[in-house]
């Protein structure tokens, strides 16, 4: 009890002590602070709280019965085509994650250490035609998907989307990759040439391992990506087998056959709390990812 | 360095000596008589005509002709020998022995051949030097060969002969001795983790040294386990099997290195002044180079050829297209066509045949770049590359472009021909009416647009300036918002930064998609936020059915999205700032509102520009949160007509033209508006990036 009154007396901290002012602006802080955070989870909290309560009906309503229950998960993975969903979600992902990987880390490597004839321009050019919506091609995308239908039956709107997704990540993804690259020290390279290295073996040996880091950003964002994506997969599947979750959620919401909103919360739940979790433990890197791009160039 | 020089060069600019006597001749002339005045000029042409009509009767020409008439006899003689040489070699030994063998009897041969005709000429010389380089280097490769594959055998043999009981004895010895070497492990992790628990080694010290244990344990394991025959044979084998496959390739690699070596150093010579070859061939790749002697390149070009014959060209005329007919179909938009052709698919293929026509003329142009540079070295004296050089050379320099070709084939029909598309299609008239068949129709698309006319253009303006408001508004909203709160909860003061940080994370973490449609049922007329408004305030909002409500709500509802991403950009950003530059301001009597001003805004703000200019655009065209939220309703058709709703932006309303009323032409033309304008945005940021003012790109 003793020692507890001394530190009371002594002021310790190598912080200036708080005037009443700073006393203040501190409470004030505090005040906004916990104000947001009520403001996000507040929402958050409703969805969780009407996914689980069996109370609710087809409409989310707010009131104080709550009853805990799965109902509306039996319902989600009975009646609706929820697992179809996740799949082909996971395979949109999953594939277009390779296939961006694959091509962007030979463009990476390839941007960042040779100087060949049109570089400068083809970059300059992929940095502006990346700015134009995706949304642009829908037109032609629709009509070249009819034509290599009709070609190879087997080229499913999954694989246009695959196509597309990774078509549409080349640009960007080859400039953060090469900006991590060139911060790799070219004399790695050179003494691995001078050990007898092929360009493919510097590749496959030297740089990728390096790169591994900023790899993993990339295929996480590729991977990412087609589970927030709506318009794409809204405009492109037609059929619920083939939807994506954020196509196929919607249409609970959207569609009076198949309305059902608590279920829409439930599926909603199960879909971002992997997603959560998977961004709270790699936010510094996400984040680190994203800066690296853009300051870099 | 001119065409018709004394000396040749080769690569590095080495000169040599011409061999041929009746080139030095004729070229020493032509030097003479460019120097020479106007009499000893009309005296030099005398000459040069005279020695140009004996050319047949010059001695060295004479004397050359005498070497290849005795080449031919030599090379026919020498296939003969071979033959026999082949057919009396005994056949024990392996194919790729047995050709190395003969390869070094030829080189025999050639060498006594080729050294009469060193002075003659340069190929002799080539000739006599690489065989002689080989002569060096494959007997050394046939011994390895021989020896390597006598050791194996020897090897196999041992295998065979193990014996059981030795082998039995071996293997107890091995695993009391692996049992030993484990106690001695553990007895220096004891007493590492003793030193450790009196403090004279760190944590870091004890793990790095229980490494380096293990490390020991499995060499030891590893030499010990030798002792055991089987094990050792099979190491022994193994080693065999690399030397034969891996170790020889290596050395014939080296040999061929030399070789071409050589081949770089020792110039050619032609009679040639005018590089003709590329230009006849310039229509079909792979002949030029056949002409070259370059068989290896020349075979892949012949595939360029095939593309270009087979693929490319007739897809263009309209060969083999799926509906289409190539690039004329481009003009027509199947105009006349019968009832199932579609103008879209034309035009699609149109497109498409115009980008294979661009290949087309690109590959041309590398062929024949690629002949001419060839025949200019030869004029010059550097002889052609060999297979292997190309090889070589593809490899090292080919490299950037063969690993980006899928990247460009990808770009170009996933990126670049639907925007093709899309910008052609706003020069025409397809609308609900002309579905199927429609036709040029000029710029009336954009026209419409920019005079706010007819039933998609009427509300482009209006649109835009909501668009534009809820760009500006709601992103700078979200950037303050953010920032704002990265300062707060970066203070040292504040405690439970983790549990902030992690709550802020969540609107950028949870799929957006999820959150929108959520909030979209909770702001429906029976909504939970609807309810706990008319509980607190007792009003009755109807916020999807009021257009000022809704836009307000929007806003609000990006910066609830979006700040968090802001958050943790400047928190990563604020954390990063040095302390002692808020310390230097601190002895120099900032306030707070000065160090935030001077201090940790510029560089804030500085830091993380491209990506707060990515946010403008991102809203910009943010369709999920104005679809997905009410559709982009509430409907107002006074104003806004029947197809857009009053929180529409323009991407939406693009999507509504093409998607769900089928005004493809319209909605194409303002695409194309809206990128131009986003391009220019873009490049005007790019332009004052870092990188690009720095000429790293």
Known sequence: MKWFKKKNKLYLSDKQPLSTLGMIGLALSYVVLIAWVIAILWPLFQMVVSAFNGKQEQYLMLNDNFEFSFEHFKYLFSETLYLTWVKNTIFIAASTAILTLTIVSFTGFAYSRYRFKGRKASLMAIMLIQTIPTFAGITAYFTMHSIIGSLAPWFSRQMMLILIYSGGGIAGNTFILKGYIDSISTELDDAARIDGCSSMQVYRLIIMPIAKPMLAIIALWSFIGPFMDYLLPRVLLTNPKSFTLAAGLFTLISDFRTLNQPAFAAGGLLTAVPIVILFIVLQKQLVSGLAQGSVKG | MEKKSIFLYDDIGNSYKRKNKYLLELYTLNAQMQEADSNGKKVIRNQIQKLKSNKKDHPYNIAHDTFKKEEKNFLSALNAKTKVYKSEMDTSGSRKLRALKTDLFKAKEKVDFYKKYVELSYDAELQYEQSKIEMTYLPEIIDLLIVTRQELNAAYEAKKKIDRDKEQIAKKNYSELKQIEQKRFLEGKVKLKEKKKSGLISEKALRNGIIELKAKRKETNTLNSYNIETKSVKELIKNKKYVLTKGIKLKLKILKSNLSDVRRKTPIETGKTVPFYSFLTILIPGIGQLLNKQYFKALL??????????????????????????????????????????????????????????????????????VLKTEKNIIRGIRPRNWFETVSKIEQEGFPYMVSAPALLLTIFIVLVPITTAILLSFTGMDPQNQSKFGWVGIENYRLIALGQGLAGS??????????????VATSLAIATGFFLAILANNDRIKGKTFFRVVY????????FITIMFFSIMFSPNGALTTVIYDLFNIQVQVKNDATLSRITLIFLQTWLGSSYVFLLSTGVLQAIPGDLYEAAQIDGATAWQKLKRITLPIVLFQTAPLLVGQYTFNFNNFSIIYLFNGGGPFNPSKYGNLAGSTDLLISYIYKLTMENQYQSIGAAITIVISMGLMLFAFIGFKNSKAFKEERL
């Open chain 2, 459 to 472: 509300v482009f303006w209006s649109i835009l300036s909501w668009t534009l408001i809820w760009t500006v």
């Open chain 2, 505 to 512: 994370l969540l609107p950028w973490a949870v799929p957006a």
């Open chain 2, 301 to 370: 070009f012949s595939l360029v050829t095939l593309f270009i014959y087979f693929i490319a060209i007739p897809y263009a005329l309209g060969y083999g297209n799926y509906q289409g007919d190539g690039i004329s179909g481009l003009l027509s938009l199947a105009k006349d066509g019968k009832k199932i052709d579609k103008s879209l698919i034309f035009m699609i293929e149109g497109i498409v045949a115009v980008f294979l026509v661009l290949i087309t003329i690109a590959l041309y142009a590398l062929s024949f770049n690629d």
